[in-house]
């Protein structure tokens, strides 16, 4: 079965420390991989997503950056922290090919003081 | 026009009682509907799915109603429980890529 893992589950920062936050999947090949934003109480931005090893498709210009340096491990980056980044980071993964079902993680609370 | 409107942003239901959220989109070009629930600090979960060619689908308690004319479909938990308090995403897909509504946060009193 598939199994989709992602840490830390909570991270306090400073502001303009950096960031690295890890997702990876185990049990399938070739996956589209996502990474989401929540702010409390609020619905699910997608920051970025990925269909393959180096392809990054960015779909909100901001302060973070993703990588995909092995085929089913997507990280989340910064190099300066914003208080603006504070939130919810969901990873998520998709069979290749069929973006209908998305299967999340359990998150990464990040609170940038 | 990429745009999924969710409402209510919030739900206070007694517990057996039938909330329903609506959802509604401009795009004729969506071609799946998912609902997802998530739980506090989880991930959103798949609940149930339609497709624009089904006016009605039910899975256990789960049921989604699908108004193409309108383009409008809702979500309905017929028996609800306490359990079933959560946030409930709609969605629906063009190519790649889900557009997600708001949320709506959902609490069945008991």
């Known amino acids: 079965s598939q199994t989709i893992h992602q840490w830390p589950a909570t991270l306090v920062q400073p502001v303009g420390s950096p960031l690295s936050l890890e997702c990876t999947v185990e049990?399938?090949?070739?996956?589209?991989l996502y990474w989401y934003r929540q702010a409390a109480g609020r619905g699910l931005q997608l920051l970025f997503y990925s269909v393959g090893i180096g392809q990054i498709s960015s779909e909100v210009p901001q302060n973070l950056s993703a990588s995909r340096p092995q085929d089913r491990q997507f990280i989340l980056s910064s190099k300066k922290l914003l208080l603006s980044d504070s939130g919810f980071y969901l990873c998520a993964w998709s069979r290749g090919g069929n973006n209908e079902k998305l299967f999340f993680g359990s998150g990464t609370q990040l609170s940038v003081l | 026009q990429q745009q999924v409107k969710q409402s209510p942003q919030s739900l206070i239901v007694q517990k057996g009682g039938i909330p329903i959220i609506n959802c509604a989109y401009e795009n004729t070009a969506f071609d799946y509907f998912p609902w997802y629930q998530q739980f506090p600090g989880k991930g959103p979960a798949l609940l149930i799915a339609?497709?624009?060619d089904v006016s009605e689908k039910k899975e256990g308690r789960f049921t989604i109603s699908f108004n193409k004319s309108a383009k409008q479909f809702s979500l309905h938990i017929m028996d609800s429980q306490p359990g079933d308090s959560a946030t409930y995403f709609c969605?629906?897909?063009?190519?790649?890529?889900?557009?997600w509504g708001a949320g709506t946060k959902l609490i069945i009193k008991p």
């Open positions: 049990g399938t090949s070739n996956p589209n």
């Open positions: 969605a629906a897909l063009v190519d790649y890529q889900l557009i």
């Open positions: 339609i497709r624009p």
